[in-house]
């Protein structure tokens, strides 16, 4: 599978529902090969696993995260990598690329073995767009079709930051958003940058990486 694809069939219980009981992808009859499956704005969306490009940009972020703490042990992020987001609020289930949570937070799900975590545990979700998974990513775009996008539904539910990374050769950058907007489902620009460019992020987040080996999908 190399395009991301929406799934209208009929199913047994609510997209949410079978999706939080993990059931889903075992209903779809979907391979075991890093495929993934969300549920945004209440559709079933089919995306293939990323490419060996799209998993370093995260590994990248999450090593600059990994450095901080190195450098000062009291820094009280942690990450996390594809980890379901059960956004119960609007029925959504998500797989972000990755997420930063408090350590006391992560060691109490990790005790506890959930299976999920949820929106009011993170402090950060970061996406990195592909050319198989590019609207459900986004910004709503204004004039068209108002669906729910992840970028909408992390804001609809008190996500504080969200990180973007466009890897689109028409509009390349990253995008750090904060300040959601719970009634519209709207987030603020805090800053943005360029591929290549180093990423410093704002307290309370408190970390930084390097982006100069990042390209657009493509290159």
């Not at 075991?32 to 370093?56: N, W, Y």
């Not at 805090?190 to 290549?196: F, R, Y």
Request: aromatic letters at 8%; charged letters at 20%.
């Amino acid at each position: 599978m190399s395009v991301d694809a929406i799934v209208h069939m009929p199913l047994p219980d609510s997209p949410h529902a079978m999706w939080v009981r993990d059931e889903l992808a075992e209903f779809l009859h979907l391979p075991q090969d890093g495929t993934r499956v969300e549920v945004v704005g209440g559709e079933v969306i089919v995306s293939p696993g990323r490419t060996i490009d799209h998993a370093a940009i995260v590994s990248d972020i999450q090593a600059g995260l990994v450095l901080a703490q190195a450098a000062s042990p009291d820094l009280s992020w942690r990450p996390l990598q594809s980890a379901d987001l059960n956004l119960t609020g609007i029925g959504d289930g998500y797989i972000p690329d990755l997420t930063v949570l408090h350590h006391e937070i992560l060691t109490r799900a990790r005790a506890s073995r959930v299976r999920h975590v949820f929106p009011y545990q993170l402090q950060l979700a970061v996406e990195v767009t592909a050319p198989s998974r590019t609207w459900h990513c986004r910004e709503p775009v204004l004039g068209r079709e108002q669906r729910l996008t992840k970028w909408s539904g992390y804001a609809l539910s008190g996500v504080p930051w969200h990180l973007l990374v466009e890897r689109d050769p028409r509009t390349p950058g990253i995008i750090l958003y904060h300040r959601p907007d719970q009634g519209t489902g709207r987030y603020r620009v805090h800053t943005t940058w360029k591929l290549g460019e180093q990423v410093i992020l704002p307290e309370p987040l408190g970390f930084s990486f390097s982006t100069e080996l990042w390209q657009p999908w493509g290159e």
